[in-house]
T-cell receptor, first 112, second 113 residues
Framework: AQSVTQLGSHVSVSEGALVLLRCNYS??????LFWYVQYPNQGLQLLLK??????LVKGINGFEAEFKKSETSFHLTKPSAHMSDAAEYFC??????????FGAGTRLFVKA | DTAVSQTPKYLVTQMGNDKSIKCEQN?????MYWYKQDSKKFLKIMFS???????INETVPNRFSPKSPDKAHLNLHINSLELGDSAVYFC????????????FGPGTRLTVT
């Protein structure tokens, strides 16, 4: 069965600093991996996804994530944080034909 | 044009009442979902329908009953509301079942007093 773990329920960075949100997954078959963002009082929206092919995936708003099979990780990064990045971020794993499992979420705070 | 819409956005009601939340998607997707998000932001899948057929039915009290009149609509009816039902409920859709990105509605904040 697949599962996903997000390390750190809260992450705080200064504006302009590197953003690193950690996600580890467990899956017995090649997974599809997603990062979603949820702004206050809104639904989730897709940031990026990994299906097959290139392991470095670029998404919206300058975010990217790298699929590392050996480490079973799919960490989300952004070189320079902006105040508007403050939100809740969810990592999710899915295996074709099965449901999508969401992580517990990481709240990103950006300090001025 | 809104892709996934839900009504109402806010719902305040008393214990014991029955309420419904409606969801519509105009993306032409085959699969729709209901999620419950608690106060700690944990997102739990409740139900999933594919072409009007129930395919996922998690451990949810039978007071919750989903209905899909067609593949563009998925409604959620809740009987005998309890305090613990207070949460934000999200509808979502995806092209097909499984490993496809999901498109979420804006959520319905249910408060049971």
């Amino acid at each position: 069965a697949q599962s996903v773990t997000q390390l750190g329920s809260h992450v705080s960075v200064s504006e302009g600093a590197l953003v690193l949100l950690r996600c580890n997954y467990s899956s017995s078959v090649p997974p599809y991996l997603f990062w979603y963002v949820q702004y206050p009082n809104q639904g989730l929206q897709l940031l990026l996804k990994y299906t097959t092919g290139a392991t470095l995936v670029k998404g919206i708003n300058g975010f990217e994530a790298e699929f590392k099979k050996s480490e079973t990780s799919f960490h989300l990064t952004k070189p320079s944080a902006h105040m508007s990045d403050a939100a809740e971020y969810f990592c999710a794993v899915s295996v074709q034909g099965f449901k999508t499992i969401f992580g517990a979420g990481t709240r990103l705070f950006v300090k001025a | 044009d809104t892709a996934v819409s839900q009504t109402p956005k806010y719902l305040v009601t008393q214990m014991g009442n029955d309420k419904s939340i409606k969801c519509e998607q105009n993306l032409g997707h085959d699969t729709m979902y209901w999620y419950k998000q608690d106060s700690k932001k944990f997102l739990k899948i409740m139900f999933s329908y594919n072409n009007k057929e129930l395919i996922i039915n998690e451990t949810v009290p039978n007071r919750f009953s989903p209905k899909s009149p067609d593949k563009a609509h998925l409604n959620l009816h809740i009987n005998s509301l309890e305090l613990g039902d207070s949460a934000v409920y999200f509808c979502a859709s995806s092209q097909r079942t499984g490993a496809y990105e999901q498109y979420f509605g804006p959520g319905t904040r249910l408060t049971v007093t």
